[in-house]
Antibody, heavy 117, light 114 residues
Framework: EVQLVESGGGLVQPGASLKLSCVAS????????MSWVRQTPGKTMEWIGD????????NYAPSLKNRFTISRDNAKSTLYLQMSNVRSEDTATYYC??????????WGQGVMVTVSS | DIVMTQSPSSLAVSAGETVTINCKSS????????????LAWYQQKPGQSPKLLIY???TRESGVPDRFIGSGSGTDFTLTISSVQAEDLANYYC??????????FGSGTKLEIK
């Protein structure tokens, strides 16, 4: 059974940094492109970016490229999202997903990030 | 970026009725090489993460009931749920993967059961 378990969220102050993790199991992690998608409290879905199966290539939403970094450790079957200089508009539930040709095959349960002072 | 516009934003129906959700893209999602439309539909039940329902506009993911039907081509797409059941209470999202990055999503349709 495919499982994606995100962690690392919580309440964080504006301007701070935060690193989310997503541990994968039930499939060969190193075979898949992986993505991060967030859902705002108003339920809007926003793609953050993705990373190639070997970690050699990443894409980002232009509006987030300068503050967010996606990485992976295939030996640990773990995907990461490093968030820096967070803002109130980064408040959302963050999902890691497997992507096959752009299709979100499997989604984690999500982790909430709240940016507030 | 391709903009995805969904309608309606919400609807309420009685069990057994048929529901139609629309999704319009700002440019064609039809790929001439594979002759396919690069559009997916997701279902998000209350308190859960989204689940893939349909890809390539009309191909149901394994295990998805056949009352969920995806159709359309080019810029106009439809998700039809025939004989709606109480368990279909959810938000539904369309998403294009024709021109990426970025992947882009519709704003969602909230389905309520009367």
């Amino acid at each position: 059974e495919v499982q994606l378990v995100e962690s690392g969220g919580g309440l964080v102050q504006p301007g701070a940094s935060l690193k989310l993790s997503c541990v994968a199991s039930g499939f060969t992690f190193s075979d898949y492109w992986m993505s991060w998608v967030r859902q705002t409290p108003g339920k809007t879905m926003e793609w953050i970016g993705d990373i190639k199966y070997d970690g050699s290539y990443t894409n980002y939403a232009p509006s987030l490229k300068n503050r967010f970094t996606i990485s992976r450790d295939n030996a640990k079957s773990t995907l990461y999202l490093q968030m820096s200089n967070v803002r109130s508009e980064d408040t959302a539930t963050y999902y890691c997903i497997t992507t096959t040709e752009g299709i979100g095959d499997y989604w984690g349960q999500g982790v909430m990030v709240t940016v507030s002072s | 970026d391709i903009v995805m516009t969904q309608s309606p934003s919400s609807l309420a129906v009685s069990a057994g009725e048929t529901v139609t959700i629309n999704c319009k893209s700002s440019q064609s999602l039809f790929g001439s090489v594979r002759q396919k439309n690069y559009l997916a539909w997701y279902q998000q039940k209350p308190g859960q993460s989204p689940k893939l329902l349909i890809y390539l506009a009309s191909t149901r993911e394994s295990g998805v009931p056949d009352r969920f039907i995806g159709s359309g081509s080019g810029t106009d797409f439809t998700l039809t749920i025939s004989s709606v059941q109480a368990e279909d209470l959810a938000n539904y999202y369309c998403q294009q993967y024709y021109d990426t990055p970025p992947l882009t999503f519709g704003s969602g349709t909230k389905l309520e059961i009367k």
